[in-house]
C-alpha cells in the first residue's frame, strides 16, 4: 500500500526534527568575509602567516604597517579629541558667562571627565568594530580567532588592555614585533589579531 502524502510529510518532518536535535543542519554563525578569503580552516590560529596569504588573500598585519597605522590612528584619535574639546567648550563657556557671579560649578569636573575620557570612548569604538580610519586606509583589521568583527565586550577588553601594553615603555605594543602572529599584549588578553587585507 501507498504511502500517503500526508503521512510521507509528518515522516520528513519527524527527520528534519532529529537532525536538528542532534546539530545536523543547523545554520552557521555568520563570519566576517574579507575579500578572498575561503570558508577552510577559519581559525586564525590554525594558520602561519605564509598560508593565510596564500589560502585566504589576507594575513597577520606585518609589524611595520602595525606602526604605520597605530600612528594615523593617534593622529585620528587626536583629532576626534580636539573636536570633543571644541565642542563641549562651545557648550559650556556661554553658559557659564551667563550665570551669576557666586553660582555652583560643580559642572565643572564633569565637562573636564568627559574631555578627558574621549580617546577611551573612541578606541572603545575602533576595536569594537575592528577597523578605524587609519584601518581603512592601511587595510588593517582587528579580528577574533574566528576572522569576525571583535564586538563590544572584546573591544572593552582590548581597549582596557592597552593600558598594561603601554605602562612598560610602550613593550606590549613592541611586542608584535617578535610574535610569530603579531600580537601585542593587549591582543593575547583579548583573543584578537591584527591581519592585512591584500589587494
Do not use: C
Not at 573636536?83 to 563657556?93: I, Q, S
Not at 587595510?139 to 574566528?146: G, M, T
Not at 612598560?168 to 587585507?197: C, K, M, N, S, Y
Request: hydrophobic residues 50%; positive net charge.
Amino acid at each position: 500500500m501507498a504511502e500517503s502524502p500526508r503521512n510521507r510529510a509528518l515522516s520528513d518532518l519527524d527527520e528534519l526534527r532529529a537532525a536538528i536535535a542532534v546539530g545536523v543542519g543547523e545554520r552557521p554563525a555568520r563570519r566576517y568575509e574579507p575579500p578572498g578569503r575561503t570558508t577552510e580552516r577559519s581559525r586564525l590560529s590554525f594558520m602561519s602567516a605564509s598560508e593565510a596569504y596564500t589560502v585566504r588573500g589576507e594575513r597577520f598585519a606585518p609589524f611595520g604597517r602595525r606602526v604605520l597605522g597605530a600612528v594615523l590612528d593617534l593622529l585620528a584619535v587626536a583629532l576626534i579629541w580636539f573636536m570633543g574639546f571644541a565642542g563641549v567648550a562651545a557648550l559650556a563657556v556661554p553658559i557659564y558667562v551667563a550665570l551669576p557671579d557666586g553660582s555652583p560649578t560643580y559642572l565643572a569636573p564633569v565637562f573636564f571627565a568627559f574631555i578627558a575620557s574621549i580617546p577611551f570612548w573612541t578606541l572603545w569604538v575602533f576595536n569594537s568594530q575592528g577597523w578605524s580610519p587609519a584601518g581603512k586606509l592601511t587595510r588593517l583589521r582587528a579580528v577574533d580567532e574566528f576572522g569576525a568583527p571583535p564586538g563590544a565586550r572584546v573591544g572593552l577588553v582590548r581597549t582596557l588592555a592597552m593600558i598594561p601594553s603601554i605602562l612598560p615603555l610602550g613593550l606590549g605594543f613592541w611586542a608584535a614585533a617578535w610574535d610569530d602572529e603579531g600580537q601585542t599584549w593587549h591582543d593575547r588578553i583579548a583573543g584578537t589579531r591584527v591581519i592585512e587585507l591584500l589587494r
